[in-house]
């Protein structure tokens, strides 16, 4: 029993994740300079992620660079209130964005 993936040849339970080692079966795969891996790894491992909701922003996404991180547009909001931010001015406070309103408190 064998199956080709990347040009190569492989025995079904050798064909697995680079990083968790787990076997791909009929799941799909993910390559990473070369390398097979499993859509949970290479979502951890290799994409931009949103610091307010964690998920990835992928292609095609609407995000905001601020703070030295990574928003979805529709995440990057006030702090307090969740007004929206993007294009608009806000400040910071430890670290995190806040509209206007709740800047002074």
């Known amino acids: 029993n064998c199956l080709k993936a990347m040009g190569k040849n ?4 050798c064909f697995a994740c680079a990083y968790c080692g ?12 070369g390398l ?5 790894d290479w979502n951890e491992l290799f994409t931009t992620k949103c610091i307010s909701c964690g998920f ?4 095609g996404d609407r995000w905001v660079e601020a703070l030295n991180n ?3 547009s529709q995440c990057f909001n006030c702090t307090l209130c969740k007004k929206n931010l993007e294009g ?8 995190k ?4 309103s709740h800047a002074r408190g």
């Open 56 to 59: 990835p922003i992928e292609a």
């Open 88 to 95: 608009q001015s806000f400040f910071v406070k430890a670290g």
């Open 36 to 40: 097979p891996y499993c859509e949970e």
């Open 22 to 33: 787990k076997i791909f079966a009929n799941s799909p795969f993910y390559l990473e300079d």
């Open 97 to 100: 964005p806040f509209c206007k």
């Open 10 to 13: 492989f025995h079904p339970e």
């Open 70 to 72: 990574n928003y979805h």
